[in-house]
């Protein structure tokens, strides 16, 4: 891959680069050939080379929704693409445009410095703008497809960058178009249509709750402490215990399924969905069965929050894998219900 580190526009190759620091997990991980794209104009002369030397390739932003091996074989872009740009503003909306690479909180703490609310509900949330609506990342009552606006791609089947307006990105629940597509399109640039008209979203229980006191609207600073707050008190620092969030979905299962469970468990934890549907807790779920605070050599269910696994030091995927394999055969004989793993196994 020696001619891509050489032509113009070609992005930085570093061989067998060590990524424990660019996974939550922690895991020791090898990329065999590590590309730094910092410039979408890099990705089609790479991944003429890449298709050309019929090499594997995936895409990595910041590892906090991943599951690595040990060795990463062929090429690995770490997607590094800066920049953040008011483009257009008038009394009704803001959109701002933002490189792949951006970190997403970081983001998010800008807009809310430039006088643009509307994100501080999904505050801290770990990893890249670019990687934010794959799984349309969600939180406390909003989602990033809420405000997004259109998605810049290189599409890797017609070898061309598209421009996808955001009805064409298909978001539902912790999906999208890109994720039903998995391999195909590397997010460069997302545009962000901020509306000026803000209100601010109180309606998920923990955020209510910090409020309840006072019958004062929360300004947009307030809400984006105690969402900082909330997280913070609630899920693991990775830096501190490796963890990718929520490990599983929350299973949707039809109404009639839901009044059977809830007959027979009436604590059964569970939120509103599309007609006919209901969400249940994994968590709850996950908790009910025992797992919560087990150790499983390496890896284990963090104690304060059933839903998410850590590594407390040199468990590896398939110490994760097989630890998740035992709390979905146990909630499916218990429940009746699947679990689905939520980051992307590599
Ligand atoms: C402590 C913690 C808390 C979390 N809380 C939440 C939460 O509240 N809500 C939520 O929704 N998620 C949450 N997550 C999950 C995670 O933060 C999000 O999924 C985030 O968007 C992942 O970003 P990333 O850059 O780290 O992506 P990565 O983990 O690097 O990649 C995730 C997937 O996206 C792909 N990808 C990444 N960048 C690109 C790109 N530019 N183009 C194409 N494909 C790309 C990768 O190939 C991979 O398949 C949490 C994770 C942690 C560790």
């Not at 930085?12 to 991980?29: I, Q, S």
């Not at 409020?211 to 600073?221: G, L, M």
Request: proline residues 7%; contains cysteine; glycine residues 8%.
């Amino acid at each position: 891959m020696n001619s891509a580190q050489n032509a113009p526009n070609s992005p930085k190759l570093t061989p067998n680069m060590g990524l424990k620091h660019r996974n939550t997990f922690g895991f020791e991980v090898c990329a065999e050939l590590a590309y730094e794209i910092t410039a979408a104009e890099q990705i089609p002369g790479l991944m003429q080379q890449i298709a050309e030397q019929k090499l594997p390739w995936r895409v990595l932003g910041g590892g906090s929704n991943v599951i690595l091996p040990k060795l990463l074989p062929g090429a690995t872009l770490l997607m590094n693409i800066p920049g953040q740009e008011i483009t257009q503003s008038d009394e009704s909306n803001a959109l701002i445009t933002v490189g792949a690479g951006v970190n997403w909180h970081e983001f998010v703490s800008w807009t809310i410095e430039q006088q643009l609310p509307g994100l501080e509900n999904l505050a801290l949330i770990p990893g890249t703008v670019g990687a934010a609506p794959i799984q349309n990342i969600g939180a406390y009552g909003a989602e990033v497809a809420d405000f997004i606006d259109s998605i810049e791609a290189f599409d890797t089947v017609t070898h061309a960058f598209v421009t996808l307006p955001k009805e064409a990105c298909r978001f539902a629940y912790r999906d999208s178009y890109f994720k039903q597509n998995p391999h195909r399109f590397i997010l460069t640039k997302v545009a962000f249509k901020i509306p000026k008209a803000w209100e601010p979203r109180l309606q998920y229980a923990d955020i209510a709750k910090q409020f309840s006191a006072t019958d004062a609207k929360p300004t947009v600073q307030q809400i984006f402490t105690a969402v900082c707050n909330i997280r913070s008190q609630k899920l693991p620092d990775p830096k501190v215990i490796g963890n990718a969030g929520s490990f599983f979905q929350n299973p949707i299962v039809p109404d009639q399924q839901y009044g059977d469970l809830l007959k027979q468990y009436p604590q059964l934890v569970s939120y509103p969905d599309q007609a006919g549907m209901r969400k249940l807790a994994a968590g709850w779920l996950i908790d009910q069965c025992g797992f919560k605070g087990l150790r499983a050599g390496p890896v284990g269910v963090y104690q304060n929050q059933a839903l998410v696994l850590v590594n407390h030091g040199d468990g590896t995927a398939e110490d994760i894998l097989g630890l998740a394999k035992s709390i979905q055969d146990k909630v499916r004989e218990v429940y009746g219900v699947q679990l689905e793993i939520e980051p992307n196994i590599f």
